[in-house]
Structure formats: structure tokens, C-alpha cells
């Protein structure tokens, strides 16, 4: 199961890095939501996988239990999806409105920051 | 089913059981301030006459619960505060030493030099749409980086002032702005993730978040765990956050767009939150990886250093400059990460303090002398060693300052740092840092004769001294960093001492373990 899932990462990684790759933002929005999940399955992986037991410790004098599901990592991928949800919603956003302003969404397009033919400063007083 | 009070259950095992001391509750006062302070601007956000008064008010109010908090560090050693009673390593840890504490403590003086500032640089509009309540957010953010003891957190609070930083840096909505942010933005997402992942692969090798615990274990797993892929990701992830050469482009795209107070903030606080990272992962968790990795950082560094004053001698923009320099000195505080001598970590951390100050009074001096000039470039003489005398003198001294001379507060680092580097024999290095400094110097000292000492061709000084700088809101934040610059520069002693307690804390994290852990604890 573990390699099952250590593929899936695997592929997710490389499909949001071929799609952070690209020039146009909306394929690097795209890119993002996928690289946020693959990041997710690969803490849940990491925190090892159990297979249908309760996130609890069984009562008793011993308080232990033979098996019992890790709660922590799911803990931690809550909290990364409520982050790069609204990262996500934010780039959304910001994207539309550089494509309303700037009427591209091509990253070499986009020089109003730093643009082209700058001269040298003054070598001379 | 058993009732649970069938088996009496020993909470002592689990849970603290004493009450936190009334002086360790300075540990979360400042984020818990930022937060508070944050949401009511937030609420109060169309009352845009009293969000600078209350911000000043705020932003005083943490300065002082930060100095208290460093002094607490000082006086009783490290501090930590668990949250939710339970006992770490389960609980989330903040965990004080003096490198958190006076980094916290430079950095509340830096946001109160920016809210000052920003009473006459920020309009209504500005106000309106958030300034000072992203302001103390992103605080928040950095002060919670800063003090956390728990590297999941830590993400949590680079995520804080990250979206923070989004939002200071968007206000206005200029295309210049949404360029600029655009590529901070994605390029800081890809870090943070970085940052996230390698935190994932952590928590998959040692079964704790916790700091401390990490380092207690540490030194047993490092024969079997992939702890030097772990160490070389979250190297990228922070070198990414702190501009390390390579990896550095979002910062000369995206530093110069926003209003300059903003820029001024950003130059002071959020590339040095890396630097900070770097130090608690590389130095403090994992030495014996970081020694592996040793060449890679200090190519990293010095090519750092280097290109960062290459492209400031390049630059005709005055912010776009500026942008540069903070850059070169990412490079020389890398140096000392890289020698992890005692010498070297002294040296890295004196340093960020002193960038910290430099670069955010450097980006408000700017933001003046646009004010006068009519503009950032380099090509118009402004002369306003003419008409605006003090300000002409106060860029002069932040110019030395991050050139590295003397009796100004970018000599001292620098020194320590040559000296630590000849100690190893890593003599590049020291010559890596010496080029820096030297062209640093022609670059700043460019500066000061273009834009200050430079006369106008024609006698029409007519428009240039009529514009008035107000003495409160605008240079004394200035005059105030520019005093520490320097009082770090004529009287290093006692800072050079306390960062040297700070590196000796992180070389040797026992007491941090300690703190976390009183008496062993529990395994």
C-alpha cells in the first residue's frame, strides 16, 4: 500500500512541476492545486497507514491498544489544506485581476515591474 | 462499556499540572498582542483617523513586551511556555532562547519605525484596504517563527506572514504591484511547499515535530534515516525564503513595487526569518548533515554576496538597488552558516541584526529622497545635500553602514566573520567577503554622490526645497534606526557578547533540550 501511495506522490509531483514549468499562469494555478494535494498524501503516507482502527487508546490498566490509527497526520494535512486552499483562492484572484490589468497571462509578457532596456547608471559626474 | 472514571487516570503522566509562571506568559504575549492587535484594526478599518495613533500605540506596547521578554531570556536563560497543558513533545512547544528573543526584540523596533513611518507614507485608501492590520499580522508571523520550538508550527507561522506580506504588497493595485506579486507569490509558494514537504519526510523519520525531541534523536537515526536529503531540501526551501543566490529572482522583481514602507518591512524582516530557519535546521537540528553540506553552502554564499552587489552596481533605480543589497547581505550572513564555527554564528547573527536596521532605515531614506526628487532614479540629481541637509547626512551614515565601514554597525559583523574564515583556513571566503564589502562601497557611495551631493545643471532649486519632510512622522523613525546603526557600531561589546551566548546556544542546544525537557523527561 505504502508504494501504491509513494507512486501516486510521485506522480502528482511530476504532473505540478510540468505544469509550474509553463509560461502561462493559468497552467501554474493548475499546478499549484496539485502540488498542494500531492504534498498532503505525502504526510498522510509518512505517518504510516492503518488499516480500520480509531484514532483512539483503548481504556484499561495496560492503555494500550494492539492497533490504533495515527490522528497527527491528518491533524497536519488539515491545517495545510486550509492554508493552500487560501493560498490557492488568493492566486485565483490575483491571476485574474493581472490578466484584467496587465491583459496577459503570459509570464514573459509580464515586464512592468522589470522592464526591458534598462539603461546603467550615470559612470560620470 | 466501562464508565471512564473506572480506572483513575494519573493526568501528571500526560499534562502539566502547574500552573504557568506569570512571567512565562511574556513567551506568547507577542504574538498573542500582533493577533489582537491585527483583529481590532481589522474591525476598525474605516476609521482610518485613528488606525496610525492606535497602531503607534500597539506597536510601542510590543516593543515593550519584547525588550521585557529578551530581558527574561537573558536573566533566567532559555523559556519555554507549552501549549494546552500538554507535555511536550505532544503539546506545540514555543521555546525562547536569546537568538529568538533579540531578533524578536529588533524586529518590534523595526515594525514601530514602520508604523511611525507610515502615518504620513500610507493614504486613506492605503489605510482602508488593511495597512496596519496586515502589518500586524505579518508581525505575528515573524515574532511566531521566531519563538515557536516546533518546526510544523514554524511552517504554520511562515504561512502567516506569508499571506500577510500578500496582502501589503498588492495594496494599491498598480500593474507594476500585481506583476511583482504574481511571481513572489508563486515563487514563494513553491518554498513554503518545499519547506512542507521536507517537514512531512521529518515527521516520517522521527515520529515528532518537537525541536528539541528531533535533536534528542537526532544522532542515532543518522546512520539509518535519510537525514542529509532532509537537511539539502529544507537548505533549498530556506535558501528560497532567504534569497540565496540561485533561487533569489523573486526578490529583485518584486521588492521594488509596493509602497516603500512596505519594501522597507519586507527588507528588514522576511529574508532574515529565512536566515533565522536556516540557522535552527541547518546548525541546531542537524550539524553533522550540515557539515556534509558545508562546500555547497559556502559556494552558495559567497556567489550570493557577490551577485548581490554585482547587480546593485548595475542598477539605476535607487529601490531596485536596494533590493540588490539585501540580497548581498543574505550572502555574507550564509557565510557564517556555512563556517558553523562560533566565530561564524556570532558573526551571521550580529549581522542580521544589523541588516535588519540598515536595510529597512536605507529603504525609508529612499522613500524620502523619491519624495524630494520626484522619483527613484539615479540619472536626475536631486541635490539634496542642498535643501534637505539632515536627510543627506542620515543616507550618508545607513551608506557606510552597509558597506561595512567603519564606526558604523556593518563593520563589526564583517570583521568577525573575515576573522572566522582566516581561522579555518577557508581564505576565499574571507576574500569573497572583502570584494563584497569593496564593491558594496562603490555602489553605495555611487548613491550618496548621484542622488545627494550631485548640483542640479540649471539654478532652478526653486521645487526641491519646497518639499517639507515633517520631523515626527518622518525622520524620527529613521534617526531612530540610524542611532542604533550607530550605537552598534561605536559600542559592539555587549552585542557581540550576547550573539555569542546566542551561538553557543545553538552549537550546543543542551539547554534548549533542558528547557523543553527539565530533568531528562519523559523519553
Known amino acids: 500500500m505504502e508504494i501504491l501511495m509513494a507512486l501516486l506522490v510521485g506522480v502528482f509531483f511530476s504532473v505540478a512541476v510540468y505544469l509550474f514549468l509553463s509560461r502561462h499562469i493559468i497552467r501554474m494555478l493548475l499546478g499549484a492545486a496539485v502540488l498542494g494535494n500531492a504534498v498532503n498524501l505525502l504526510i498522510f503516507t509518512s505517518g504510516r497507514l492503518t488499516p480500520e482502527a480509531p484514532p483512539i487508546i483503548a481504556t484499561g490498566p495496560a492503555g494500550t491498544a494492539e492497533i490504533m490509527a495515527n490522528p497527527l497526520p491528518q491533524a497536519l494535512i488539515l491545517t495545510a489544506i486550509v492554508i493552500s486552499f487560501s493560498f490557492f483562492a488568493f492566486l485565483l484572484v490575483l491571476t485574474y485581476r493581472a490578466y484584467q490589468e496587465l491583459e496577459t497571462d503570459d509570464t514573459d509578457e509580464m515586464r512592468f515591474a522589470e522592464p526591458r532596456g534598462q539603461t546603467l547608471p550615470p559612470l560620470e559626474y | ?523
Open chain 2, 1 to 523: 462499556m466501562a464508565s471512564p472514571d473506572t480506572y483513575p487516570v494519573d493526568l501528571s503522566a500526560a499534562m502539566i499540572t502547574v500552573p504557568v509562571h506569570l512571567a512565562d506568559w511574556l513567551v506568547v504575549a507577542p504574538v498573542a498582542l500582533c493577533i489582537a492587535a491585527g483583529a481590532i484594526l481589522m474591525m476598525l478599518r474605516k476609521t482610518t483617523w485613528m488606525q496610525a495613533g492606535a497602531s503607534v500605540v500597539g506597536l510601542s506596547l510590543l516593543v515593550v513586551v519584547c525588550g521585557a521578554l529578551l530581558a527574561h531570556v537573558l536573566i533566567n536563560g532559555t523559556v519555554t511556555m507549552t501549549m494546552g497543558r500538554w507535555l511536550p513533545p505532544f503539546g506545540i512547544s514555543f521555546t525562547v532562547d536569546i537568538l529568538g528573543a533579540s531578533l524578536t526584540f529588533v524586529a518590534s523596533i523595526i515594525a514601530l519605525a514602520a508604523g511611525i513611518f507610515g502615518a504620513d507614507d500610507v493614504d486613506n485608501s492605503g489605510r482602508r484596504y488593511g495597512f496596519y492590520p496586515f502589518l500586524f499580522l505579518m508581525m505575528a508571523g515573524v515574532i511566531g517563527a521566531f519563538l515557536t520550538g516546533d518546526i510544523f508550527n514554524l511552517y504554520v507561522w511562515f504561512e502567516v506572514l506569508l499571506i500577510s506580506s500578500f496582502g501589503l504588497l498588492i495594496l494599491g493595485s498598480e500593474p507594476r504591484q500585481i506583476d511583482g506579486a504574481t511571481k513572489y507569490a508563486f515563487l514563494n509558494l513553491v518554498a513554503t511547499t518545499l519547506f512542507l514537504i521536507a517537514t512531512g519526510y521529518l515527521y516520517g523519520v522521527f515520529g515528532t515535530l518537537n525541536m528539541a525531541d528531533i535533536m534528542r534523536k537526532a544522532p542515532e537515526m543518522s546512520e539509518t534515516a535519510p537525514l542529509l536529503t532532509l537537511t539539502a531540501i529544507y537548505f533549498m526551501a530556506f535558501g528560497m525564503k532567504a534569497a540565496a543566490f540561485p533561487v533569489n529572482f523573486w526578490l529583485p522583481a518584486s521588492y521594488h513595487t509596493p509602497r516603500i514602507v512596505v519594501s522597507a518591512l519586507f527588507a528588514g524582516l522576511l529574508t532574515k526569518v529565512g536566515v533565522y530557519a536556516l540557522l535552527r535546521v541547518l546548525i541546531m537540528l542537524f550539524p553533522a548533515e550540515r557539515d556534509m553540506l558545508g562546500l555547497v553552502i559556502a559556494i552558495v554564499a559567497a556567489l550570493t554576496m557577490v551577485f548581490g552587489a554585482l547587480g546593485a552596481l548595475a542598477q539605476t533605480d535607487y529601490r531596485r538597488l536596494l533590493g540588490y543589497l539585501v540580497i548581498s547581505g543574505i550572502g555574507v550572513m550564509l557565510a557564517g552558516i556555512a563556517l558553523a564555527s562560533m566565530a561564524g554564528l556570532s558573526g551571521t547573527i550580529f549581522y542580521a541584526v544589523h541588516s535588519m536596521i540598515v536595510m529597512t532605515a536605507l529603504y525609508l531614506v529612499c522613500g524620502l529622497t523619491a519624495r524630494i526628487a520626484g522619483g527613484f532614479s539615479l540619472a536626475e540629481p536631486a541635490d539634496i545635500y542642498r535643501s534637505h541637509l539632515p536627510l543627506a547626512a542620515l543616507a550618508l551614515m545607513l551608506l557606510f553602514a552597509v558597506s561595512g565601514l567603519p564606526p558604523f554597525s556593518g563593520f563589526w559583523p564583517k570583521a568577525v566573520l573575515v576573522k572566522a574564515s582566516l581561522d579555518v583556513g577557508e581564505w576565499w571566503m574571507a576574500a569573497a567577503i572583502l570584494l563584497t564589502g569593496f564593491l558594496t562601497t562603490i555602489a553605495a557611495g555611487r548613491v550618496w554622490i548621484l542622488v545627494y551631493w550631485r548640483a542640479r545643471q540649471e539654478a532652478d532649486d526653486g521645487d526641491a526645497s519646497l518639499v517639507r519632510l515633517k520631523p515626527m512622522v518622518d525622520y524620527l523613525p529613521v534617526a531612530l534606526l540610524t542611532g542604533l546603526a550607530v550605537l552598534l557600531g561605536v559600542y559592539p561589546e555587549p552585542f557581540l557578547e550576547m550573539s555569542q551566548t546566542a551561538a553557543s546556544q545553538l552549537i550546543h542546544p543542551a539547554a534548549y533540550i533542558d528547557s523543553v525537557f527539565p530533568a531528562g523527561g519523559a523519553e
